[in-house]
Every structure is written in structure tokens, then in C-alpha cells.
């Protein structure tokens, strides 16, 4: 043991002595360090981490210290990084420094060293990153038990705006994905979904540095795909989860090599009997990997169609059903013929006798009609003009929510086929619309209107502007359920029309303010929100003065906001809101002063 009385006599004269071309007094100095560490390394902590820092000896003496470096190890470091001349991987002090944090091998000093060294790349600081890099890939010391501070912490470095803290974040991770056993990377699963949920959340839409570097999926993929093929029903889904979130905010370029191995496991547990839990977590990663890359699955073009269609029958869970069409819908943009496909769906809408699978049938029929780029053949459209026709014509005395549903869903589909063939004016919606003594019809092509306007407002309008205009009109003095359909399609024209809106049109909507049925008013207010927050600014003061010379629309948003119901209130006061928002605030202040009657 060495006392400080000799460590003054013996160790400073040594110190005095030491210059760089000194190395037999720095052997000297290590050989006591390793026989007294525990008393000399504190003792010349404050000596050699005074300016200017001699860094070769300070790593040279850590690197010998043994377990006595772990309790002065954020002291040290803090020495090594702040002597670092530059914040660059490149910088000569790292070569120094990395032997000093691959001498931690204890089990009191390497979760100490980690902690730190991703704390301070978390502040932006290369070196520390360098070094950690360093650490996992030479240090030989097992650190899966650390995987729980270690994933996140590389994670969040995706974030990062340095492409340098970027590049040996994901080569970091790699070397810890790597070195997991198949019962760890399951039990990472978690932790990297609790991660990717954080940095989603924190990215707010903006793309994360990492998810484009070329090796972003290396660490993460493995072990998802192992979790979704060996794990058992709550890890499958939770995987599928944590896929789908990487897909989607991954480069295209980053999930080009990997579009075999993400797509074939997932592929493969759509087609087996799992719930209804990881069917969804698998079609939302599919759907998201065919908006980021879906040229390259047109080899698996055959297998999807068959796994979706199949998804699309699930009798279990509507939410399936459809994402299954949702799909299916993505998966015509790389079809190049389209419709066998259409035409297997027409099938199912034909033959099915349930209910609940024709509602969502139906809704994925118009999902895929609304995506055709090719035109169909007349059998084929005819077919499905026919298809919808089975449904709204029959009549109902006391439909359930189930028949209205579909009333509203093969209405939707007719009119997606309306307006994508161009043959609204032929058949007969609008008339219907307008007067068919017919309830369920006339609800159909109530929807089928509003189909045709959310689909191409413009073309409706300034093809059939006076049947429209008549049909809509009608609609908003209707039933309720007529009445809402109308009001829609018509904010759908409002906005389309932009810096021309129709006067008569907005007017009209105003006075649904004051239907009889309180979900026609609640609808008018919110369509009428809508249209008035799309408004060009500009033409606020115009188009407010040119509504009605006394203020009737104002007037009807006032009654509206005194309504007992709390929900027509909201979008009422929603609606006013905008409507202030449009116009100067003198104008503002006279209109607030409106009697509303």
C-alpha cells in the first residue's frame, strides 16, 4: 500500500518528469497503478485532468486502474471528451481514448459507461458515440442484459441530425441485435415497440435521419421476424405492430433489400389461423409496405390477392375485413389486370347472405373501383350496377342498423361506378334523389350523390349542374338520412368550387340549420365548417355580404348554438368560429351583434 505522504514523494517528482517522449516514466507510473490503483488513481485524477490535459497518459493510466476506473469513471471520461479537439469521428484524441473504455469490463463499470456514453451522444457529441461503437464491438463483454438501456438509447440516436452520430448508431445496434439469442430478441420485442412508439410521437410527421441510412432495418428485422413466426399469439401481434411502425417511417431505399425477408413471414401468417390481433397487426404492415415500395412485391402479387381475399371473408372481426379491402385497393396500383379481381369481389357481393360480410365487401368494391387507372369492361360494370341494385331495392318496414348500413354501402358503390364510368346522368340518380317514392332508393342514390361529389365534385357540377343543383336541394327538406347525404355532396361542390363558391348553394345549407331532425342540423353545421374553413380568405367579406341581406345564415348558426342538443352546439359554435376567422374584425364585431332569432 502506498500512503499520500509517498505518493508526494514518489509519484509527483514521476508527474514532473512526464513528457511524451518519457515513456519509460509512464511504464513507471502504470506498473504503480496497477499494484495501487485503488489509491492512485484519485490521487492523480486531478493532476492529469488539468489543463492541458496530457491524454495519453491519462488513458494509458486509466486503462491499467482495474475495478478502481468504474468509480472514477465519468470523471475520466469527462477529461477525454472535453480534450477532443473536434466534434468529428476522425478526431486524433479517440485512438487514445478507446482504451480506456474497452479496459471496463466489470459489472459495476460497463452499465456506467454506457449510461454515459449515450447520454452524451444524445447531446450531440461524435466522439462518445465513436467510443460506445468501440465498446460493443471490441470490448468482447456480453451486454444483452443491457438491452433494455442499450436499444432505446441507439434508437432515439436515429433522430439525430449528425449523420456521423447516425452511421455508428445503427452499427452499434447491429453488433447488440447480433449478439441476442432467440429468447432475447423476443424479449426485445417490447422495448423496441416502446421505442419506436417514442420516437414516432416525438418525430411529429418529420423523417428520422436513421430510417434512411442503408443499414437502419439490419438490427431490428431479425428479431421481428422471428417474433412474428416463432412467438406466440400477443408477441405476433405486437411485432406485427412494431413492423408496421418501421415501414413507415423507413426510406424506400433502406427497405428495398429487405422486401423478401418482411414480406414473405407476414404473408405466411395471414394464410394460418391466428386472431383477429395479428391478422390486423399484418395487414396494416402490408398496407404500409405497399405505399412505401409497391412495385417491388409485384412478385408476390399472387400470394397477397389470395391471403387478402381470404382476410376479406374473415367472419370473426369487421376491423380485418376491412383492412383486408384497404389492402386490396393498394394492391391495384402494381395490377395489371385488374378486373379478375374486380370481378371475384362482384362474385362475393352476388352469393354472400351475410350481411355483415356484404357491408364490407361493399365498402372495399368502391375501395378498388375509386383506384382503377384501366377502364372495365360494360358485363363487368353492369354487373356491378346489379350487384348494388340486389340490396336497395328490396324494401325493409323496420330496417335494423345492419340493412342501413348496406343501404349506404352499395348507394357508395354505385355511385363510385357512376362517376368513374361517367354515366351519372344516365341513371337516374338524381331524379331519384329528388322525388323517388321509394325510401330505400331514394337513400341509395342519396349516397350514391355524395359518392360521386367526394370522387369528382367538379365534374358533377359542371356536367349536370341544374339536375344537381334541383336534386340537392330537394334532399336538404328529406328525411334525415336523405337530408345528410345531400348536405355533404354539397360541401364537396362548395369546395371544389374555391374562389367561386355558389351563393345559392351555401344558403341552402344554412337553412338546413333549422330541419326538423336534430342530426340534419348537427350535419349542416359541421358541412358547413368545413366549407367556410377551406375558404379563401379573401373572399370572406364578399362572400359573407353576398349571402343574404339579413344575415340569414348568421342567424340560423345563432339559433343553432342555443340547440339543446350539446353536440349540434359544438359544430355550430365550430362553424361561427370560422366564419369570424374569415372576415376583418370590424365586420366581425357587427356580426357578433347580429340578433340571432
Known sequence: MVGHEALDEIITP???KLTPEKEDVLAGLCEIMKQNSRQMLPYLLPRLT???????????????????????????LDALLSACETNDQ??????????????????????VLVDYLLKQAAKGNVPAIVLLHTFVSKSGVNLNYLMGELLPGLLHLYTSSNAQIVDHAVNSAIGIAQALDQKEMQEAIPIVKKALNFMVAQS??????????????????????????????????????????????????ALKPHVVNITGPLV????????????????????????????????????????????????????????AGGALARLLRIHTKPEPLICEILKLLAHSQDQALLE???????????????PL????????????????????????ELDSSLTMCSGALFGELAIRTNQFRSKNIFKDVESCSKPRTRQAMAYALQQMCQSDAATVWSEAHAECRSAIQAAFSADSIVACAALRAAAHILISEGLNPDRELLSAMGRA????????????????????????????????????????????????LSHQAVEVRRVAASALGHVLHLVPSQLGNDLLKVRFR
Do not use: W
Open 14 to 16: 514521476l508527474l514532473e
Open 50 to 76: 488539468r489543463p492541458p490535459i496530457n491524454v495519453h497518459a491519462l488513458c494509458s493510466l486509466a486503462s491499467v486502474a482495474g475495478g478502481s476506473l468504474s468509480r472514477q469513471l465519468s470523471r475520466v
Open 90 to 111: 476522425y478526431d486524433p484524441m479517440i485512438d487514445s481514448c478507446e482504451k480506456v473504455v474497452i479496459a471496463v469490463t466489470d459489472d459495476e463499470g460497463v452499465p
Open 204 to 253: 411529429k410527421g418529420r423523417n428520422i435521419p436513421g430510417f434512411a441510412h442503408p443499414k437502419a432495418l439490419q438490427p431490428l428485422l431479425p428479431m421481428l421476424r422471428e417474433a412474428i413466426l416463432q412467438g406466440g399469439v400477443e408477441l405476433k401481434a405486437l411485432a406485427g405492430e412494431a413492423l408496421g411502425m418501421v415501414i413507415s417511417v423507413s426510406d424506400p431505399t
Open 268 to 323: 405466411r401468417v395471414l394464410g394460418d389461423r391466428y386472431p383477429a390481433s395479428v391478422k390486423l397487426a399484418v395487414l396494416d404492415a402490408l398496407s404500409k409496405l405497399l405505399d412505401k415500395v409497391d412495385t417491388l412485391l409485384r412478385p408476390f402479387l399472387p400470394q397477397l390477392q389470395s391471403t387478402f381475399l381470404k382476410s376479406l371473408q374473415e367472419p370473426s372481426s369487421r376491423p380485418v375485413r376491412l383492412a
Open 360 to 374: 364490407t365487401t361493399f365498402v372495399a368494391a368502391r375501395a378498388l373501383i375509386g383506384k382503377l387507372t384501366v
Open 377 to 400: 369492361s360494360e358485363a363487368t360494370i353492369h354487373e356491378g350496377y346489379r350487384v348494388c341494385e340486389l340490396q336497395y331495392t328490396v324494401p325493409l318496414d323496420t330496417p335494423t
Open 513 to 560: 340549420l333549422s330541419h326538423q331532425a336534430v342530426e340534419v342540423r348537427r350535419v349542416a353545421a359541421s358541412a358547413l365548417g368545413h366549407v367556410l374553413h377551406l375558404v379563401p380568405s379573401q373572399l370572406g367579406n364578399d362572400l359573407l355580404k353576398g349571402l343574404n341581406p339579413d344575415r340569414e345564415l348568421l342567424s340560423a348558426m345563432g339559433r343553432a
